[in-house]
């Protein structure tokens, strides 16, 4: 079983849906969540962090991290055309020493089209 | 405040040929890391520098991949020889301390033939 499961998808939704991307984990250690956005030729970029359990919201972005069910989910609502990228989801566990002495694992991530 | 820099940004070689990129990330940042991105998966860290001490290189090749950090700054990776499974988009990327904020540069996409 891989560490991190993510749908590749692809994922194709008309704009102004609302769209659910998923990733599930085996690792219990896993502390830090993270969702990047990375369009076609260019380098993932950070679009939500969340530790441990809970949501957190960033304009039409809402990540949520389930634990005890060892689930994590993005949600975009209004999707645009602009939001088409792929979605790769990054998880963490505290590093040995703490603080920076860590390492990201990544979803193999969902490839999103917005159709206007 | 400017990204992080790598170059080239696309190389292509024949296989045991041999191959360095280069990386220059966010300024102050102390740690950088080089991840390899193999088409339609996620990218895997292969290195990672604390200023210019090497933290983990658990998934590095070392038969074949070599990376140094120049004066805790400026990076390099190499690969001697490429194979044909080495195609694939290196990524660098670094981060002032964990936050979740890690900064990716723009990638240097290897086709080895």
């Known amino acids: 079983q891989k560490e991190v499961e993510q749908d590749p998808g692809p994922l194709s939704v008309p704009e102004g849906a609302i769209v659910s991307l998923n990733c599930t984990y085996s690792?219990?250690?896993?502390?830090?969540f993270m969702w990047y956005r990375q369009y076609s030729r260019k380098g993932p970029e950070l679009l939500m962090y969340t530790y441990s359990s809970g949501n957190k919201e960033d304009g039409r972005f809402t990540a949520q991290v389930d634990k005890s069910s060892k689930y994590i989910s993005l949600f975009i609502r209004d999707s645009q055309p602009s939001d088409s990228a792929t979605y790769l989801c990054?998880?963490?566990?505290?590093?040995?020493?703490?603080?920076?002495?860590?390492?990201?694992?990544f979803g193999k991530g969902t490839l999103l089209t917005v159709n206007p | 405040e400017a990204g992080v820099a790598q170059s080239p940004r696309y190389k292509i070689i024949e296989k045991r040929q041999s191959v360095a990129f280069w990386c220059n990330p966010i300024?102050?940042?102390?740690?950088l890391y080089w991840y390899q991105q193999i088409l339609g998966q996620g990218p895997k860290l292969l290195i990672q520098?604390?200023?210019?001490?090497?933290?983990?290189d658990s998934q590095l090749p070392k038969d074949r991949f070599s990376a140094e950090r120049l004066k805790g700054v400026d990076s390099t990776l190499k690969i001697q020889p490429a194979k044909l499974e080495d195609s694939a988009v290196y990524l660098c990327a670094s981060s002032l301390v964990f936050r979740g904020a890690t900064n990716f540069g723009p990638g240097t996409r290897l086709t080895v033939t």
């Open positions: 690792n219990s250690a896993f502390q830090y």
């Open positions: 520098f604390q200023n210019n001490g090497v933290v983990d």
């Open positions: 990054a998880m963490s566990a505290e590093g040995v020493g703490g603080g920076s002495n860590y390492k990201l694992t």
């Open positions: 300024s102050g940042h102390a740690t």
